[in-house]
């Protein structure tokens, strides 16, 4: 009976998932900007205008007090069309710089005001006189194997009223070769705002139901285009920080996906350990062109990464067990000083957000907080407290003030500890899908401040395919990928849990 109630909840949950779908009936996605990044004239007055509202799925721009006039008179972009053909859908004006016509091959979209017009799905661009010669039938352009094109998409209204709203029921495969399309994961708060840029540039580019906001719906929602396409392989492109990365892997891992998608990293924010070690970057900051973004996932090689599971099991308190608590680590896990400048950030951020606007700042941050505790030293004779098993073998230690646990070369935002070294050829590779993690010994936060700059080499106490570390007392700063947490007495377990499919960018 357990067992029949058990799947009978996971089917539920399961069956709340869907991909949700704007209803272009009710106008167009509205942006608004004080500073237009290239000449613009208004779809409405057609006059010039320096600020405004542009949509970011189909380009129209225009005055502010013209959004609702647009809303009623110019078609957005359509996220499901049932038509046999799938046809061009033109927006007048407001061309890229340096257009060229898909006719005649000359310069359009020159002129000051507003003419000439561009698809919205291929971005193709015509003169005015050109249009009526083309071909009405619209392949989705160059970038065509990322894109689910609206005549391959179903929709219904599911809800209750007030709170109806379209998802997507059924998807077919168009005519494409190779298609794989791409499902883009990010959240508008991410990178200091932005995220939100980039939800704009992929849903100007791609089907806007393959974009989704995390900050509004769960990445299971999005994954759900996987369940409705099982043979079909996608490609997932995760944009945010470490922890954004994590958040999708594991919701990979809930919904059980075959085939599984190949994941790629879009990097914001700070940190990005698994980004630089896969070759997509330290991170972006402003406007980004998502082109040459798409140019490198078509090239990009299929590589496996290992994950590790982190089980946390606290010691017995006044008689009674606490419950255990499972963390999945894809880059590393640490003990002692490391992991308390990442708490003391991780605290004064939440407390006062508005200090930690920029990717500069935020190192200024732990800059700060690690001289703070080479002064106080907290974590001093960690290794009295602890004891390291490495494949059930103790490890002797000497006095340290922190335990890492490597599964990947990069950490601390862009340091390369286990290479570092007089003999690198020595050293044993830290490779991301050998089956083994390294663990290596900081004497002290001087020591961090010493391998960020490369003037110093970790202790390095071994490699393992399980680890076991006890703290015998006290409590003790610890992390996972970025996430701090203070632990009193317990034991802590790490084995592989299992291995993901990602995508390393080759160029």
């Not at 061309?95 to 000359?106: F, K, T, Y």
């Not at 989705?140 to 194997?145: D, I, L, R, T, V």
Request: overall charge positive; aromatic content about 8%.
């Amino acid at each position: 009976m357990a067992w029949v109630a058990s799947k009978t909840w996971h089917w539920l949950r399961r069956r709340n998932y869907n991909v949700p779908a704007r209803d272009i009936s009710k106008g167009h996605r509205w942006c608004t900007t004080d500073l237009f990044s290239q000449p613009t004239f208004c779809n409405i007055e057609e006059c010039h205008i320096i600020a405004g509202a542009f949509c970011d799925l189909c380009g129209i721009c225009v005055r502010n007090r013209h959004m609702k006039a647009a809303d009623k008179r110019l078609k957005c972009k359509a996220l499901s069309d049932l038509a046999s053909i799938h046809c061009h859908q033109w927006v007048r004006g407001n061309l890229p710089l340096l257009s060229v016509c898909a006719v005649c091959e000359g310069a359009c979209g020159d002129l000051p005001q507003l003419a000439d017009f561009k698809c919205c799905w291929c971005w193709r661009t015509v003169h005015e006189e050109c249009r009526e010669t083309i071909n009405e039938s619209c392949d989705c352009g160059q970038y065509k194997q990322f894109i689910v094109p609206p005549t391959s998409v179903k929709l219904k209204q599911v809800g209750f009223k007030g709170r109806r709203h379209y998802v997507v029921t059924s998807v077919s495969d168009p005519p494409v070769p190779e298609w794989k399309p791409l499902i883009v994961l990010a959240n508008r708060k991410s990178g200091s705002g932005d995220g939100e840029m980039i939800l704009q540039a992929f849903r100007g580019l791609l089907n806007p139901a393959q974009v989704i906001d995390l900050a509004d719906i769960p990445p299971e929602c999005g994954l759900q285009w996987c369940q409705l396409l099982p043979h079909v392989t996608f490609r997932v492109l995760a944009a945010g920080g470490d922890g954004t990365v994590g958040w999708v892997l594991n919701a990979i891992d809930n919904l059980k996906i075959k085939p599984p998608p190949h994941v790629s990293i879009l990097p914001l924010g700070t940190g990005n350990d698994l980004s630089r070690v896969l070759g997509w970057g330290e991170g972006y900051e402003g406007d980004v062109d998502v082109r040459p973004i798409l140019d490198q996932l078509d090239q990009a090689d299929v590589v496996r990464l290992d994950r590790w599971r982190v089980n946390v099991v606290p010691n017995k308190r006044f008689g009674i067990r606490i419950p255990a608590k499972n963390i999945i680590m894809n880059n590393y896990f640490s003990v002692g000083v490391d992991a308390l400048v990442t708490m003391n950030f991780h605290r004064h951020r939440e407390s006062r957000p508005a200090l930690f606007g920029s990717r500069i700042i935020n190192k200024f941050w732990y800059f700060i907080y690690g001289t703070k505790d080479v002064l106080e030293r907290e974590c001093k004779h960690l290794d009295r407290k602890l004891k390291l098993e490495l494949d059930g073998k103790e490890v002797k230690l000497p006095p340290i003030e922190g335990i890492v646990i490597l599964n990947i070369a990069s950490w601390g935002g862009g340091c390369q500890p286990w290479k570092m070294g007089s003999n690198p050829k020595e050293i044993p590779d830290n490779l991301y899908d050998d089956g083994l993690v390294e663990v290596f010994a900081l004497y002290s936060s001087f020591h961090i401040a010493q391998l960020q700059v490369g003037l110093a080499e970790p202790l390095r106490l071994g490699q393992a395919k399980v680890v076991k570390l006890t703290l015998t007392s006290g409590k003790a700063p610890m992390q996972v990928d970025g996430e701090p947490w203070e632990q009193g007495a317990c034991e802590i377990f790490v084995n592989q849990h299992n291995r993901v499919t990602m995508l390393a960018n080759s160029s």
